[in-house]
């Protein structure tokens, strides 16, 4: 993940989940081999990243790029890792001896394979220039080792045994590894005998998975703003519906990068049309190209504009729909750019990393000129990263962030509008309010970075939320104001449903060293817990603080836990005033105080 947002301990969530999801839980075989990629500090501008040293501190390595590869191999228990395109601190990643061996397979006891980058070897002498021929870069990454090659220069394997840079020794361990691979999947035994081998094709799309998939979506969806009760949707009152936006009927939107194909797709157009009652009126007007100044080869300019304006005239409320998708948000792609840009066959340039994160194209002048109707809007935002959505925070009264949401997410959207569940998603990324404030783009320290180190405040803060229903925390205890180092902490806090709709909250606890002797987060993220709750219900959240949580990385990535004051915060968000002011809810801190001699952790 690039220095935008890293989260060492939710990545480290996700990640674990998802491997325990994809390889399964047979003591003997796996359902599948999964993938932790790209290790590590990936990948750089995108323009670049064939030959970009991405150059972190001892510091930043430990608390922030390397902590969800070590849940991901320690915990989780991986089966292959990916090397990424980049340098890291000098070192070719898909050759570095701190990497793959010091790191990886001596520090974390990794026994699975590696795996490069599709044709990463090749940058070492073509790009990085850090070998000379391909014998030298086959050389690198095998004797470090990358047991498999994406890509071809593992076709010249032989030349390097020949020319002495490569032993036999280590390409017999490198096939060791990738049968030993092979045999977990179960690929040489009767199938009889493996369990995930019996599991029918049938099962895939089934009705069971398209539900759970709405679910996913559901509680993927987070509502940003929501002045006045506009949201939910009164159906029984609204007669007319305007769906607008280069989003609104685009099937990329929904679907996102490197992902199958549905058997049935629906847009959120298509969702709120099914959604609403028979009788409401639904327009539909594109209004703008997602990124181009028009939307046929040989219109003029702005040439779905004014359909748009017509439409939100006409209608009791619209629904913009605005963002990114794929086609512009994505690894090494080509889009076309500029003042005549559309789709008129211009020449297309290489990119992937957006120049700023403001909206694209003629999207910003399209909701202006929506929201000058007078109409109600609720902006429905489409998009797989943050977005500078300033302007419509202080005009639009609703937004709601659908991400990419998949093959149910039409439905997901609709039925949040239409108020059939209540919204519960949090932010696992920071939306600045600029760009302007964040460090060039370049630079992988992480100072004024991601809720933990940035010192201005947020558009939409990490961790942040709303919902149909309203939440209250009090009463948050310690086991003790005072501990010796090693021990653990219980805390408990107690979560009220203060609304009068049932809702799902993510409680989030987070930690603060208040005595550290080098410069440490704001407060760093230490547990989550999902809670659903009735109106009016309460219910009292405990979690444990270990000594682990109470550590931090020193200047030279040393993890320490030093004897001092902590401060826990317990809420719906992070402890940030931004949060305060949206939510409208405090967070819940209590002090403690750790005793004794400091103690250095292995990582």
């Not at 990124?291 to 005239?313: F, G, M, Q, W």
């Not at 939320?465 to 806090?493: M, Q």
């Not at 909250?505 to 603060?512: A, D, G, I």
């Amino acid at each position: 993940m690039k220095p935008t947002e890293k989260t060492p301990y939710l990545t480290g969530r996700l990640g674990a989940a998802f491997i325990r999801g994809l390889q399964g839980a047979d003591k003997k075989y796996l359902k599948t081999a999964a993938c932790a990629k790209h290790f590590a500090v990936h990948s750089g501008p995108e323009a670049e990243r064939h030959s970009f040293d991405a150059l972190a501190s001892a510091k930043d390595m430990r608390e922030t790029y390397l902590p969800a590869f070590r849940d991901a191999v320690k915990e989780a228990g991986v089966e292959s890792v990916m090397g990424a395109y980049n340098r890291t601190n000098g070192e070719p990643c898909c050759g570095s001896p701190t990497l793959l061996q010091k790191i990886l397979r001596e520090e974390w006891g990794f026994t699975g394979h590696v795996v490069s980058d599709c044709w990463a070897i090749k940058d070492f002498h073509e790009d990085h220039k850090i070998t000379n021929s391909p014998s030298e870069s086959i050389a690198l990454a095998m004797n470090n080792g990358c047991d498999l090659n994406c890509g071809h220069m593992y076709l010249h394997l032989m030349d390097a045994c020949r020319e002495g840079l490569v032993s036999e020794k280590a390409i017999d361990q490198a096939v060791t590894r990738l049968m030993i691979t092979r045999m977990k999947l179960g690929m040489f035994d009767d199938p009889g005998h493996v369990p995930f081998a019996s599991i029918p094709y049938g099962v895939n799309d089934s009705s069971e998975h398209r539900d759970f998939a709405l679910e996913v979506s559901r509680q993927s969806l987070v509502l940003l703003k929501n002045d006045k009760g506009t949201l939910p949707l009164d159906t029984k009152s609204i007669q007319s519906i305007a769906v607008i936006g280069p989003n609104a009927d685009n099937e990329e939107a929904m679907k996102a990068n490197y992902c199958g194909t549905p058997s049935h797709m629906t847009t959120v157009l298509k969702g709120i049309q099914q959604a609403a009652e028979p009788d409401t009126r639904v327009f539909y007007a594109e209004g703008c190209h997602l990124y181009a100044n028009r939307t046929e080869k040989r219109a003029e300019p702005k040439d779905r504009l004014a359909e748009a304006v017509a439409a939100a005239r006409m209608a009791d409320v619209a629904v913009v729909c605005l963002g990114l998708d794929p086609t512009i948000e994505g690894e090494e792609i080509h889009i076309i750019e500029g003042e005549t840009a559309g789709p008129g066959g211009e020449e297309e340039i290489p990119r992937g990393d957006k120049k700023d994160l403001n909206l694209p194209g003629q999207q910003q002048e399209l909701l202006e000129a929506v929201c000058a109707t007078g109409k109600p809007v609720i902006l429905v935002l489409l998009t797989g990263s943050a977005l500078s959505v300033t302007w419509a925070d202080r005009h639009v009264p609703a937004i709601v962030l659908g991400w990419y949401p998949g093959a149910e997410g039409s439905k997901a959207i609709a039925s949040l509008l239409f108020g059939e569940y209540s919204p519960s998603g949090k932010l696992p990324v920071t939306f600045y309010a600029s760009t302007d404030e964040l460090p060039d783009f370049k630079d992988y320290s992480m100072k004024n970075r991601t809720y933990r180190y940035m010192t201005g405040e947020a558009l939409y803060p990490f961790g942040f939320g709303l919902s149909y229903t309203s939440f209250e925390y009090r009463d948050l205890s310690l086991g003790s104001d005072k501990i010796e180092v090693g021990d653990k902490l219980e805390c408990r806090a107690k979560v009220k449903n203060s609304g009068s709709r049932e809702s799902g909250e993510t409680v989030q606890m987070y930690l603060k060293d208040m005595e550290a002797g080098t410069i440490v987060p704001n407060w760093e993220l230490k547990a989550v817990r999902k809670l659903n709750l009735k109106p009016g219900e309460e219910t009292e959240v405990r979690f444990t603080l270990t000594d682990r949580h109470m550590t931090m990385i020193d200047d030279k990535g040393r993890r320490i836990l030093e004897p001092g004051q902590y401060t826990v915060y317990i809420g719906g968000s992070q402890p940030d005033k931004r949060s305060t002011r949206l939510t409208g809810s405090e967070v819940q801190s209590a002090t403690f105080e750790v005793r004794g001699i400091a103690r250095e952790y292995d990582y």
